[in-house]
């Protein structure tokens, strides 16, 4: 067995009031961290979100890869050049300072990304692309937001909902050898205009983006619109973007060993 450290993984959080106090808490729901360390096999570490004292090149110095996760808050739309919100729309306007430029400081350094949720769409708005607000409304569109009946009926919100296709010769289609299969759906954003360089690799039935990556990237930069962190084991690609990233992340630890060494 290797005596190399593991990869470290950032994990940048939600701020919000979990007490109803009105003060705030840096939050990552413990799924993603262990989702992490299990099947990708890295180290996560959490980053808060925050503008204060937060030095961008000083934080990814240490790290191997950055997992963005789901929320509940949405994408503030002026960054993306979207109508308002309504005022009382949830927002993390910190997560948003400290994420979006994140992302562009990770593909310039060849860091991995890997987002999910609302993670995709982060990508998506930092490379230039935009967003639907309520997918729901849109003609046509199912309801892809997160199941209200779930409670105490046997039903899970993160059951698989709806069926995705995934662009045939693409990466998705190459690590799982199939064209559709099932995900989880707790979303009411989601991608509008992709962004360039962004290539499309899955699509629901009703037409919404699901999947992401970006081509010529450096390392891996992968989003998908579901909750791939719920037991990737039981979910065939979820599980292989676990170990990609996992991977991609070795291989940024091994360079970022050997520039220490270096130098």
């Known amino acids: 067995m290797s005596d190399a450290p593991k990869p470290i993984v950032g ?6 009031d979990i007490t109803g106090r009105g003060q705030n808490s840096h939050v990552v729901n413990m799924r993603y961290a262990e989702s992490l360390a ?7 570490v959490i980053i808060p979100a925050m503008t204060i004292d937060h030095p961008m090149d000083e934080i990814l110095a240490h790290m191997d890869g950055i997992l963005l996760t789901g929320g509940r808050t949405n994408v503030e739309p002026h960054h993306f050049g979207g109508p308002p919100f309504p005022d009382d729309e949830p927002i993390d306007p910190e997560r ?6 994140m992302i562009r400081a990770c593909i310039d350094r060849g860091i ?9 769409q982060e990508i998506n708005v930092a490379l230039g692309g935009s967003l639907h607000y309520r997918v729901h409304e849109l003609p046509g569109k199912n309801d892809h937001r997160m199941r209200r009946d779930a409670d105490g009926n046997g039903i899970d919100v993160y059951d698989l909902r709806h069926p995705v296709t995934l662009t045939p010769g693409g990466m998705f289609h190459e690590w799982v050898g199939e064209l ?4 989880n759906s707790l979303h009411a954003q989601s991608v509008d205009r992709v962004a360039d360089g962004l290539v499309v690799e899955a699509v629901s039935d009703d037409g919404i983006i ?17 909750h791939a962190e719920f037991d990737p084991p039981s979910h065939s690609l979820s599980h292989e973007i676990y170990k990609a990233f996992g991977d991609a992340a070795r291989v940024h630890a091994g360079q970022r060993l050997h520039k220490r060494v270096a130098s």
């Open 11 to 16: 994990i940048p959080s939600n701020q919000m």
């Open 38 to 44: 299990v099947h990708s096999g890295v180290m996560p």
């Open 96 to 101: 948003d300072a400290v994420v979006l430029p």
């Open 112 to 120: 991995p990304v890997f987002g999910t949720c609302r993670g995709i």
């Open 180 to 183: 559709e299969l099932m995900v």
């Open 210 to 226: 699901e999947g992401l990556v970006l081509e010529g990237a450096k390392s891996l930069v992968v989003g998908v619109q579901w």
